[in-house]
T-cell receptor, first 111, second 114 residues
Framework: SQKIEQNSEALNIQEGKTATLTCNYTNYSPAYLQWYRQDPGRGPVFLLLIRENEKEKRKERLKVTFDTTLKQSLFHITASQPADSATYLCALRTGGQNFVFGPGTRLSVLP | GAVVSQHPSWVICKSGTSVKIECRSLDFQATTMFWYRQFPKQSLMLMATSNEGSKATYEQGVEKDKFLINHASLTLSTLTVTSAHPEDSSFYIC??????????FGPGTRLLVL
């Protein structure tokens, strides 16, 4: 069956460290993968998109990797700050128009 | 950037009444909009894909007669929860697709059915 998993429901790290979040998928062949940030009671905000032929994408303190062999994407936040605390969702686009979301990882950056 | 609004941001209603939620793309036209539902501490679940000028496509298990979707213009889609019941209480989020790869989300509507 098709499945998207994110490594942990919650992740706590110390301010200044690098946060690494994992997204694994099964029985999908996505052309690209996206990462979103969601704050409590708000809609998700698009962060980054990485295509199947790209190994790595960066945007300021964010870095995403995509390994289609492992069927895995890693999302890194360097020099993390308390303001980075939120839930981070990965999403795949399926064969049609739809996007399928992972369950999310709730990141807490501790001062 | 692309902005999507939703109205209302929250609504409380009595069981058996109908509730309409609006989703608007403010600075771009969206042929396709999506409606999601999210329960506490869970991820977004796609309910339906709304296409301007045609019938919505519903995901398996979503009752089309209960969740009426209308996408009458390129900037507006509406979701009507008909005869709402307490189990319909949830956070409803819409998104509008811009280009082939990106969707922008609204801020969500919290529905509480008493």
């Amino acid at each position: 069956s098709q499945k998207i998993e994110q490594n942990s429901e919650a992740l706590n790290i110390q301010e200044g460290k690098t946060a690494t979040l994992t997204c694994n998928y099964t029985n999908y062949s996505p052309a690209y993968l996206q990462w979103y940030r969601q704050d409590p009671g708000r809609g998700p905000v698009f962060l980054l998109l990485i295509r199947e032929n790209e190994k790595e994408k960066r945007k300021e303190r964010l870095k995403v990797t995509f390994d289609t062999t492992l069927k895995q994407s890693l999302f890194h936040i360097t020099a993390s700050q308390p303001a980075d605390s939120a839930t981070y969702l990965c999403a795949l686009r399926t064969g049609g128009q739809n996007f399928v979301f992972g369950p999310g990882t709730r990141l807490s950056v501790l001062p | 950037g692309a902005v999507v609004s939703q109205h209302p941001s929250w609504v409380i209603c009595k069981s058996g009444t109908s509730v309409k939620i609006e989703c608007r793309s403010l600075d771009f036209q969206a042929t396709t909009m999506f409606w999601y539902r999210q329960f506490p501490k869970q991820s977004l679940m796609l309910m339906a894909t709304s296409n301007e000028g045609s019938k919505a496509t519903y995901e398996q298990g979503v009752e089309k007669d209960k969740f009426l979707i209308n996408h009458a213009s390129l900037t507006l889609s509406t979701l009507t929860v008909t005869s709402a019941h307490p189990e319909d209480s949830s956070f409803y989020i819409c998104s509008a697709r811009l280009g082939a790869e990106t969707q922008y989300f609204g801020p969500g509507t919290r529905l509480l059915v008493l």
